[in-house]
């Protein structure tokens, strides 16, 4: 199909990339490849490409998607790496803005990031200051339109080591969520699967310039499909 967007997806593996995937079934609109280290079954009707690959073949992979857009859906946490902060920057800064370059160089005109609600490089919070970080950095690079995904806690069911906390978090969420008002509805919680039909709406959007989705901005972009 002539008109559909080329969108490299890196990260498919995690809770938003398996989202994408398969919100991505229904949509002709879109010519999804994903690229990762391992398989990752896919899901059922999927008409997509996956490329696997070592992270430091990354770029080549990137480059073989031939992308209108670059989708980030990378992350880990503090925890899952044992507390190592580097161990945590090597994934979250060095890997997202090495494929950020990678988009850059391909000739992808549009990338997407999903970030966090309270990313800011001057925050003292060594996850949020990190997120911040990178979103400023990506800024450098110029894309004809960047777009950072910022959702609240993320509702979804994980593969891999449980993490009780996150989970309390989610059945308390429905709650939580009615308190937060005012400036405080950006840390909404966000299922995975809006996540991704935010992105996959934003796919392609000619508007140029540097865009942050919060809360409320991304179930504006899901009302108007």
Same mark, same amino acid.
Request: hydrophobic fraction near 45%.
């Given at each position: 199909m002539s008109d559909q967007t080329r969108v490299v997806l890196v990260g498919a593996t995690g809770l938003i990339g398996r989202a994408v995937m398969a919100e991505a079934v229904a949509r002709p609109d879109i010519h999804l490849v994903a690229v990762a280290r391992r398989?990752?079954?896919?899901?059922?009707?999927?008409?997509?490409?996956?490329?696997?690959?070592?992270?430091?073949?990354?770029?080549?992979?990137?480059?073989?998607?031939?992308?209108?857009?670059?989708?980030?859906?990378?992350?880990?946490?503090?925890?899952?790496v044992g507390g190592d902060r580097q161990a945590f920057r090597a994934v979250d800064h060095d890997l997202v803005l090495e494929c950020a370059a990678a988009a850059k160089a391909a000739g992808a005109r549009q990338f997407i990031v999903v970030s966090s609600v309270g990313a800011q490089f001057s925050s003292r919070n060594f996850y949020l200051s990190v997120k911040g970080e990178v979103e400023d950095k990506l800024a450098k690079l110029h894309f004809d339109r960047l777009d950072v995904i910022r959702p609240g806690l993320l509702k979804g069911r994980r593969e891999g080591v449980p993490r009780p906390a996150e989970r309390i978090?989610?059945?308390? @969420?429905?709650? #939580?969520?009615?308190?937060?008002?005012?400036?405080?509805? %950006?840390? !909404?919680?966000?299922?995975? @699967?809006?996540? #991704?039909?935010?992105?996959?709406?934003?796919?392609?959007? %000619?508007? !140029?310039?540097?865009?942050?989705?919060?809360?409320?901005?991304m179930r504006r972009i899901l009302r108007r499909g």
């Open positions: 398989e990752v079954s896919l899901p059922k009707g999927a008409r997509m490409e996956m490329l696997l690959s070592d992270t430091e073949h990354w770029p080549d992979a990137i480059a073989a998607g031939r992308p209108h857009a670059v989708v980030i859906a990378l992350g880990t946490t503090i925890k899952s978090g989610m059945i308390l @969420s429905p709650l #939580a969520d009615l308190f937060m008002l005012g400036g405080l509805r %950006k840390y !909404r919680s966000a299922r995975d @699967s809006d996540v #991704a039909r935010v992105i996959l709406n934003l796919a392609g959007a %000619k508007q !140029r310039g540097r865009h942050v989705h919060q809360h409320d901005e």
